[in-house]
């Protein structure tokens, strides 16, 4: 399966400032990314869905202002969570759809963000 | 809607004990039901899935099968070992590519 890494692994941030989340796909071309975020004790809730070249799909009640995703090239998406406050303390991950199509993803390890 | 309910944690276990973590389902139409991994700072994997009713996916020694009666894809596990110690989720999906998770179980092995 694809190998996905994620940039930082854990950030800590100012209220106010701006965080960028990095994905990568490192062995293979990535079409279709997915974002998430998990709240402790939660379950891991679908963001977004990026696609290269193009818009991202944000889900219901996502706002895509606040929530930033880029996907430039085959191998990289980010998220900007922009403004952060505190609330938006969690965990984010993401994963690429792989050649199998809609049933397979490839999971990066996370990111945690904290907004002190 | 769709949504997926498992079993909380975190579970301890000896080495070689039997596992279950339960997980039932709520979905519209007729979903594939998944479980995914995740090692300690690694990402979800997928660990095994089931497409169908009374369809049975194993790996790794892991089990589940698709119980459409019950709506429910418990993991089984004979004889755990200390490097099964992961966080272990529950997923569905119907048609579209959205994946419903659980929650995540904590499973801890001590030798």
Same mark, same amino acid.
């Given at each position: 399966?694809?190998?996905?890494?994620?940039?930082?692994?854990? =950030? #800590?941030?100012?209220?106010?400032?701006?965080?960028? #989340?990095?994905? %990568?796909?490192?062995?293979?071309?990535?079409?279709? +990314?997915?974002?998430? %975020?998990?709240?402790?004790?939660?379950?891991? +809730?679908? +963001?977004?869905?990026?696609?290269?070249?193009?818009?991202?799909?944000?889900?219901?009640?996502?706002?895509?202002?606040?929530?930033? #995703?880029?996907?430039?090239?085959?191998?990289?998406?980010?998220?900007?969570?922009?403004?952060?406050?505190?609330?938006?303390?969690?965990?984010? #991950?993401?994963? =690429?759809?792989?050649?199998?199509?809609?049933?397979?993803?490839?999971?990066?390890?996370?990111?945690?963000?904290?907004?002190? | 809607?769709?949504?997926?309910?498992?079993?909380?944690?975190?579970?301890? !276990?000896?080495?070689?004990?039997? !596992?279950?973590?339960?997980?039932?389902?709520?979905?519209?139409? *007729?979903?594939?039901?998944?479980?995914?991994?995740? *090692?300690?700072?690694?990402?979800?994997?997928?660990?095994?899935?089931?497409?169908?009713?009374?369809?049975?996916? /194993?790996?790794?020694?892991?089990?589940?099968? *698709?119980?459409?009666?019950?709506? /429910?894809?418990?993991?089984?596990?004979?004889?755990?070992?200390?490097?099964? /110690?992961?966080? *272990?989720?529950?997923? !569905?999906?119907?048609?579209?590519?959205?994946?419903?998770?659980?929650?995540?179980?904590? !499973?801890?092995?001590?030798?």
């Amino acid at each position: 399966g694809a190998v996905v890494s994620q940039h930082p692994s854990r =950030v #800590i941030c100012k209220s106010g400032t701006s965080v960028k #989340i990095e994905c %990568r796909s490192l062995d293979f071309q990535a079409t279709t +990314m997915f974002w998430y %975020r998990q709240f402790p004790k939660k379950s891991l +809730m679908l +963001m977004a869905t990026s696609n290269e070249g193009s818009k991202a799909t944000y889900e219901q009640g996502v706002e895509k202002d606040k929530f930033l #995703i880029n996907h430039a090239s085959l191998t990289l998406s980010t998220l900007t969570v922009t403004s952060a406050h505190p609330e938006d303390s969690s965990f984010y #991950i993401c994963s =690429v759809a792989g050649a199998g199509g809609k049933e397979t993803q490839y999971f990066g390890p996370g990111t945690r963000l904290l907004v002190l | 809607g769709n949504s997926v309910t498992q079993m909380e944690g975190p579970v301890t !276990l000896s080495e070689e004990a039997f !596992l279950t973590i339960n997980c039932t389902y709520t979905a519209t139409g *007729y979903p594939s039901l998944f479980w995914y991994v995740q *090692y300690p700072g690694e990402g979800l994997q997928l660990l095994l899935k089931a497409t169908k009713a009374d369809d049975k996916g /194993s790996n790794k020694g892991f089990e589940a099968t *698709y119980r459409k009666e019950t709506t /429910s894809f418990h993991l089984e596990k004979g004889s755990v070992q200390v490097s099964d /110690s992961a966080v *272990y989720f529950c997923a !569905l999906r119907t048609g579209a590519n959205n994946l419903f998770f659980g929650t995540g179980t904590r !499973l801890t092995v001590i030798p």
